[in-house]
């Protein structure tokens, strides 16, 4: 399977990924950008978005970067600094820059942004990169 | 206002902890039990559950254990490591630990366990302390 | 090799820790003490312990605690939280907690305390276990 | 104080960054490009860079990039990723990248690289801005 087919298949059967509401921009090795409308129910008690849909977003561009070398891959340590906040209709993309890559470990770097490519979230992402094929 | 209080405050308006099912079981200064239980719109392509959703648990006890001191708090950076799957029907619970409180900024150590009391992931929050009083 | 013989090679030609003036208190599987003390020469800029010496006995922590069990292990991500400032004269001590021990993966909280038993860092380690053993 | 003024303060009476052999290279609002040759004191039981000399350069890094804007800053939080071993000889530089900057907050992206231009390390870092002034 290709990069294409190996997320397509992760993401037609994801739920969650489906209820947020995430598009595919763009998929291949290493790379994954996604979309992303804010709703209502994904605010907090502040009326912005919950830092775990932030997270959420950022985790499956991960998976998916991550996975699309045809190896499955699982994430080991993620960390997030929230640096904006974000509004109901606010929509978010992310930008994955691979940072390393080794035979077991891969390092992602992974933006999110918004409409106004304002930086709302900086994630980082370390994958364990098994035997396992897709 | 008490720790009680503002948890409620903060909760009684939060849409997505809402959809997440979350309930709050403990909740003092510093301190937040919450639990919540794993249904099947929350699993990923694996068909386990999709490591955001773990993380939106564990960030929202981060935000009421860091603000039942009345001071409002914003997280800075956060981390987490899975640890171990969970499936449908799993019930999680949080365990927090404040690992140091200073006048600026705080550091939370959350466990998130299963029904078998197992750790399925390590979260650990910073936090700033703003002057702003709830 | 048992997990003192394990940790006595690597410490025998570890010229940094050497220099470091770390002490072995307490060697097993999983589990490190390690004693420093902290002298003029490691001092920064404001006249407090620099931050990648305390990097540094934590680091050295993670390695023997990881090492003991036989395997070659090695750090794949560490974070670290300085609380408390140390000055010349303090006597720093680690204390090694793991957190999670899969197959391949371990995870490890090491506080640092200073002579009052007083956190002055919190280090999180993760390491990849390889095939290859001591 | 200028930027320049700021970091040759702190760097002056810096002893470790000294021991460390650290050449400045170029200093600026937000920027620090560190310089620095592994020595064999600085080796670990693998005969490689103890990773605790890596992160103090990133970390010496962080303190000047963001002190160099007039506002005492400390570390917050800080994180590190040994992407390659590093050997005697090997002459090391930091590139900093300024994430985010708040009144209260910044976020540095601190990358290690060997004299092939290669990265050794990924580091980051948050600092706490506070009040007073250089």
Known sequence: MDAKQI???MFD???FSKWLGIELVEIG????????????EML???DVLHGGITYSLADSSLAF???SYGRKSMSIETSISHTLPCKEGDVLTTKTIERSLTNRIGIYDISVLNQDNKVV????GTVYRSDKEW
Chains 1, 2, 3, 4 share one sequence.
């Open 7 to 9: 997320v397509h298949k």
């Open 13 to 15: 059967n994801d739920a």
């Open 29 to 40: 090795e290493g790379i994954s950008v996604l979309k992303m409308l804010v709703r209502k």
């Open 65 to 67: 970067a991550s996975n």
């Open 44 to 46: 907090n008690g502040f």
């Open 121 to 124: 979230a900086l994630f980082k």
